[in-house]
């Protein structure tokens, strides 16, 4: 009899209508997600297909001949035979070719990269210099639908090609304002040194605020007040804290525009973040494992440093790359801080100039050659890579060390 009261009652109006309410609100979220997945993969989509390019190039300083990839496997014998090919002996290629100097100056002045495409033929090595110039710059179809038509249209020393921007070469080059040989080298090592230096600035501070917030600070109205203020912080925009950073780091301390102050200004963006996870990860560890090692002998310290924060690791770990990954997509509070847009050499430390991915990509973005938006597609595709690994290594860290109580 119980049971058929039950099952009545679990079928009266206000519960059915409860439920197709709540099948209406499931149905309803499911077209803003799709529609936001649709859209992020075409915004990617559209970057990847922005970062080839066919281009008609005017040779300047090069020989304007172009290798094939079987009689070239790499850079070096690309330029032994770029340089035979403008008319210079053999004595003199192996004495250049020997010469440091002479091959750094030459590295500086030039680009060697694959083409996919010349009109010479498929998979073609070309070496380019920062005085070549373009002619003309197509997307990839339109290029392609014309192929035939600029091959057959191309005056002397200039090339046709089927330019990919993002390859290995693009990774090693230097910034230059010409974007046949810019590249994100400098970009590249600015943004692990920023990173670096914050992550060691904001973990020991945020993880230690999180040990003696949930360990040892008493339950009163200012650690609740601290708590508050934290979760505040960790949503706050993050042009605040480069405006923050202009005031104390830049020019109250005097730092200028270095690395030092653009680290300080970035722990205190993710220091937060780190601080709230860390707490998260303290708060899952049971008062029962505390209490045994209590009962076995230890002391407070000995038992959270030996007991509970080895168990936190992966809570913690997870929050630390996290909030990496935050700071190195940001842009504004860095532009705030004083991050140059142009900066033609690798960090040598806390004081130098630097530049980072989100500020190169702006100054492409910013720029009024056409090839810049190729340049600029293809650091945004490097970027994303860099934050899908950093999400994609937390992700695993969180599964492979979680700890089931």
């Not at 000995?302 to 509970?308: D, E, G, P, R, Y």
């Amino acid at each position: 009899m119980q049971r058929g009261l039950s099952l009545e009652s679990s079928k009266s109006p206000e519960n059915l209508r409860r439920d197709r309410i709540n099948r209406v609100f499931a149905r309803a979220v499911i077209v803003p997600t799709v529609l936001a997945l649709a859209l992020i993969a075409v915004l990617i989509l559209d970057t990847i297909y922005d970062t080839v390019s066919v281009q008609v190039v005017e040779v300047t300083e090069t020989s304007g001949k172009s290798f094939p990839l079987g009689q070239a496997w790499n850079a070096e014998q690309v330029i032994r035979l770029e340089l035979l090919a403008q008319g210079l002996p053999e004595e003199e290629v192996n004495r250049l070719m020997a010469d440091p100097e002479e091959m750094r100056i030459f590295g500086l002045r030039n680009r060697v990269e694959l083409m996919w495409a010349t009109q010479d033929g498929p998979l073609r090595w070309v070496v380019s210099s920062i005085d070549d110039e373009r002619v003309s710059n197509y997307s990839l179809l339109e290029g392609l639908r014309r192929w035939n038509e600029l091959k057959a249209g191309l005056q002397e020393n200039q090339q046709l090609r089927l330019n990919p921007w993002l390859d290995q070469s693009f990774l090693s080059r230097d910034p230059s304002r010409n974007p046949i040989s810019a590249g994100l080298r400098v970009a590249l090592f600015g943004t692990l040194w920023l990173l670096t230096m914050t992550l060691l600035l904001s973990v020991p501070i945020g993880v230690g605020t999180a040990i003696y917030l949930e360990e040892y600070a008493p339950k009163n109205a200012l650690t609740r007040f601290i708590e508050v203020n934290l979760r505040n912080l960790a949503g706050v925009p993050s042009i605040v804290f480069g405006l923050l950073g202009l005031a104390v780091f830049v020019r109250g301390m005097n730092l200028g525009p270095t690395l030092a102050a653009a680290a300080l200004t970035m722990a205190l963006l993710i220091m937060p973040t780190i601080t709230i996870a860390a707490r998260e990860a303290l708060r899952a560890v049971p008062d029962s494992v505390r209490l045994a090692a209590y009962a076995l002998g230890a002391t407070k310290w000995q038992t959270i440093s030996k007991v509970v924060i080895p168990a936190t690791i992966p809570g913690i770990a997870t929050g630390v790359i996290l909030a990496a990954a935050r700071a190195i997509g940001e842009a504004a509070p860095l532009l705030l801080v004083g991050a140059a847009a142009y900066v033609a050499f690798v960090p040598r430390g806390p004081m130098s100039e630097y530049t980072v991915l989100p500020v190169q990509i702006y100054l492409w973005i910013s720029a009024n050659l056409s090839e810049f938006a190729n340049t600029a597609a293809a650091g945004i595709i490097v970027l994303l890579l860099t934050l899908a690994g950093l999400y994609a290594l937390a992700f695993w860290v969180r599964r492979r060390f979680r700890v089931e109580w």
